[in-house]
């Protein structure tokens, strides 16, 4: 990403300084970036509200998908026990899987 030459000076300074200008929970993720990787990170999101969902609700998806693949016909139980989930809701995403 190519900084504008009225900003290029910013590359000169030291990225903490432009850290505390971040919103708190960007602190800790952009800790140990150099400045051109942090002024690129803002670049790409400024002015934007950025949602991170949860890992469990990101997992989620992934998890169901996995299930699916695992699903041998007769390990239900199995598939529940392994996966912390219900043996209504192994039914439930293996059913998913048969309506699409």
Avoid: K
């Amino acid at each position: 990403m190519d900084i504008p030459a009225q900003q290029r000076w910013i590359l000169d300074e030291d990225p903490a300084q432009l850290l505390v200008e971040l919103p708190e929970p960007f602190h800790e993720a952009c800790e140990g970036m150099s400045m051109r990787e942090l002024v690129e990170f803002v670049a790409r999101h400024e002015g934007q509200t950025v949602y991170f969902p949860s890992l469990e609700h990101m997992a989620r998806g992934l998890r169901d998908a996995r299930m699916r693949r695992e699903f041998t016909g007769t390990n239900h139980r199995e598939l529940s026990r392994r996966y912390g989930v219900s043996l209504t809701h192994v039914y439930r995403v293996l059913s998913e899987r048969e309506a699409s």
